[in-house]
């Protein structure tokens, strides 16, 4: 069950967008598995991909197509990876891409695909072919929430939201979509992710925009430090509201688009495979952005610590020991600080005086933890999102392909 985390109610339409969720059969029996969504022609497109090497067919397709400019159509699988398929893995992301665009009246360059789901199984593209009609005739500005349903995998809850913000008095209107659940560590995004705006943006600002937001919010989490091989984020500009965003209104647009990629990020979190915690570690007093970044995720990242803190055993020992082991050149004990929750746990490299394991303890039981960490080095900072490991995480992964 999700920490803390319910599906919405309502998602707010993008002018210009239209989306449609279909049931191929890809994997999954008696939900749909096909997402398809269409731009009008004139929006732009920002995106970032994941940089694992072993990079899926859809990922190298959509890059290469990306580079001829603005796509009229997304098509998005769930329950297939295409990823590790060589090829014919390649072949078939092209084809699917080739019929959408026969089909949607475009150029198959005009169309992105995106693929999640079990690694190393050919696409069956024969089912995603046959299923396009359907979705082209169900184009729906309206269709965000199945949209969020329909490429979920192992996760239990759509993750969603809608955000309006005023520029120069006008209202520009933002919706995004993510799933993931496990492999989750990115190295630029997320699983997939889908954001799309109804403001007038030129497509290298938009992209700049996603590279900033990117680092303050799904580049900071992680579920069990495996980096996916599909990892894909999509930001979709459409111009239509007619509010132009400029030099002078990106901080506001900026700050809008990252408040929404915050939450998509978080709810990864929050729906970990298994997941009963939902764990916040703040580093502080760091020399550099990335020294506090390479200590959280050290931390983050520990079977130890996040298994402790399943079992609500407050065993500060594995916290001390990930922070020691970080990645940190003549990093100073003498100078460390550490809390858990608000109580302290170490001061200036010392067990606190006041820690007692009753309060401890009561920490490690609420359902959101923050663990928060000085270094005494600077003034930098940096906050990492991460969940517990349960026993139903090794359950779901051992279980996933059956």
């Not at 579920?223 to 500009?237: F, I, K, Q, W």
């Not at 610590?305 to 916290?319: E, Q, Y």
Request: aromatic content about 6%; overall charge negative; some cysteine.
């Amino acid at each position: 069950m999700a920490v803390n985390l319910h599906a919405p109610e309502t998602l707010l339409p993008i002018a210009g967008v239209r989306l449609a969720s279909v049931n191929a059969g890809i994997r999954y029996k008696n939900r749909n598995d096909l997402l398809l969504i269409e731009l009008e022609p004139g929006s732009h497109t920002a995106a970032v991909f994941t940089r694992n090497a072993f990079c899926a067919a859809p990922v190298h397709v959509c890059r290469s197509h990306l580079q001829h400019g603005n796509p009229r159509y997304l098509l998005i699988n769930a329950g297939n990876a295409n990823a590790g398929t060589g090829e014919p893995g390649m072949q078939a992301a092209r084809e699917c891409c080739e019929q959408l665009a026969e089909q949607g009246e475009c150029w198959a360059e005009q169309v992105l695909p995106f693929s999640t789901g079990v690694i190393g199984m050919q696409l069956p593209v024969d089912k995603i072919v046959a299923a396009l009609p359907e979705a082209l005739a169900k184009l729906d500005a309206n269709g965000w929430l199945e949209a969020s349903r329909t490429i979920m995998t192992t996760d239990t809850v759509g993750k969603a939201i809608s955000r309006q913000v005023e520029i120069f008095g006008e209202t520009i209107t933002i919706s995004g979509i993510a799933k993931g659940a496990g492999m989750i560590h990115p190295n630029m995004a997320t699983m997939l992710a889908y954001v799309a705006t109804d403001a007038l943006i030129e497509k290298d600002t938009l992209q700049r925009v996603l590279n900033a937001v990117v680092e303050e919010t799904f580049n900071c989490i992680t579920v069990d430090g495996d980096t996916s091989t599909n990892d894909s984020l999509v930001l979709m500009a459409t111009g239509s509201s007619g509010v132009y965003v400029g030099s002078t209104g990106l901080a506001v647009f900026q700050q809008a688009v990252q408040d929404v990629c915050l939450y998509l990020a978080q709810a990864i979190v929050r729906d970990g495979e298994g997941a009963t915690k939902f764990i916040s570690v703040v580093v502080e007093g760091a020399a550099t952005r990335a020294e506090a970044r390479a200590v959280g995720n050290t931390v983050a990242l520990s079977p130890l610590v996040k298994t402790a803190l399943f079992a609500s055993d407050p065993n500060w020992g594995r916290i001390l020991a990930a922070v020691g082991r970080s990645p940190v050149d003549a990093l100073d004990v003498g100078l460390i600080t550490i809390w858990l929750g608000d109580t302290l746990l170490i001061e200036n490299g010392e067990p606190a005086a006041s820690y007692r394991e009753e309060l401890g303890a009561a920490e490690t039981r609420q359902e959101e933890i923050i663990i928060r960490i000085n270094l005494g080095r600077g003034d930098a900072a940096a906050t990492t999102w991460t969940c517990d490991f349960s026993y139903d995480y090794v359950k779901i992964n051992a279980e996933y392909r059956s």
